[in-house]
């Protein structure tokens, strides 16, 4: 192996934190050698896995007065002639700026809106080499790092989970961060300031510059949303019945609507849940063509109209199941409730025109584990044209991917 006579490291593109020199692996320098450091770099000598002497900018001729650590660990017995072995990591002391963090997988956490939400994060931070040779022991010594990206990883590793764990305290929602990006620097500081004076290093700043659900998680959101546009459940109820006794006394005139508004919130508990369901569905939308009554009571056979029979869309097959859960008065109105927004967020998933089958799929299957009673009505519901036809879209997107 030659012998080093000049040792240096000129770093053109100025983003170089840490390099070795020889690049490979200790090397052989000999004392009368020549170090030359420039500007905002510092050469430290390392052997046997310890930084030993250190110099700063300028041009430095070896000898053992100016190598007193690493004399004193190696033999010389031809005086300056005899090579020794060795390596010279070179560390660049300006202030870095735009150092970038980010994560690179999402990180999971229990939200105070949304319940468990997946969230990436990014963004930048300025440091700077405070002490080159407590640098050189840390990073070279203790974690065997000699290159700029691998220093940036690591940095990068104890950045994301000292987020993560910084996130993981706070009890909010992601809809909050964007106004708490400020407290978020400067606790990260906080948090990160004994980490980087372990490594010999100083940080400058600290820069959050964006959160962001995942694809599964902003769907979530978006849903939840629409959710939150309808308001009170009660009043979305009421207006939704409102709405479909209008389209059935437009479908079949005034008598068939309170037929079906007496059919529909007055039945009696007695009946069975499918029973009711199938009256509903039936009478709710074409109450025209079930005909009227004459005046001894004797039912009047139904004008033939070309109208179609039964709900013509997703939403009237979801109003009448909605009607049959407002009328188990026997369970809390909380419950109702909950269960009314269930219901919604599947009609919602079955209008859309991207609808997602396994979507549809695992939220029919969580309202019917949950609520087993809801099976057989909501059966019927999937029975209905409208909602078949959703389900025969969706499964033909799903095909298609």
Do not use: C
Request: aromatic content about 8%.
């Amino acid at each position: 192996m030659a012998i080093l006579d000049v040792i240096e490291w000129f770093d053109p593109s100025g983003r170089e934190i840490i390099h070795r020199v020889p690049e490979g692996g200790s090397g052989e320098f000999r004392l009368g050698s020549q170090l030359i450091v420039r500007e905002s770099q510092a050469a430290v000598f390392f052997r046997d896995g310890k930084a030993l002497d250190t110099f700063g900018p300028g041009r430095h001729t070896l000898t053992t007065a100016n190598l007193p650590l690493l004399t004193r660990l190696i033999s010389l017995p031809f005086g300056g002639d005899s090579p020794f072995r060795a390596e010279v990591v070179f560390v660049n002391l300006k202030q870095f700026t735009d150092m970038k963090w980010g994560t690179p997988q999402p990180i999971t956490l229990r939200d105070a809106e949304f319940g468990m939400v997946r969230l990436r994060a990014f963004g930048r931070y300025a440091m700077q080499v405070r002490d080159p040779q407590h640098f050189v022991n840390a990073i070279v010594g203790t974690q065997g790092i000699y290159t700029t990206q691998d220093l940036e990883d690591y940095l990068r590793s104890i950045i994301v989970s000292r987020f993560t764990d910084l996130l993981g305290e706070m009890t909010t929602s992601l809809l909050e961060l964007p106004r708490r990006f400020d407290e978020l620097n400067a606790a990260m500081r906080t948090k990160l300031h004994d980490d980087f004076s372990a490594l010999g290093l100083v940080m400058h700043g600290f820069f959050l510059e964006s959160v962001s659900p995942t694809e599964e998680t902003q769907k979530a959101i978006d849903e939840r949303a629409a959710m939150g546009a309808i308001g009170d459940m009660q009043a979305y109820l009421q207006f939704k019945a409102a709405r479909a006794l209008g389209d059935a006394a437009q479908a079949g005139g005034g008598e068939g609507a309170a037929g079906m508004a007496g059919l529909g919130f007055g039945m009696g508990a007695g009946a069975g849940l499918g029973a009711m369901m199938a009256q509903i569905l039936a009478q709710s939308m074409t109450p025209g063509q079930q005909g009227g009554t004459q005046q001894g009571g004797t039912p009047q056979a139904a004008p033939q109209t070309g109208a179609p029979s039964g709900p013509q869309t997703v939403e009237q097959a979801f109003t009448a199941l909605e009607m049959l859960v407002q009328q188990q008065l026997a369970i809390p109105q909380a419950e109702r409730n909950e269960i009314l927004q269930q219901l919604a967020a599947l009609e919602l998933e079955l209008s859309k025109p991207d609808g997602d089958l396994a979507t549809i799929k695992n939220l029919r299957k969580a309202i019917t584990e949950r609520w087993s009673w809801l099976a057989e009505p909501l059966e019927q519901v999937f029975t209905q044209p409208p909602v078949e036809q959703a389900m025969a879209a969706a499964a033909r997107r799903f095909l298609q991917e």
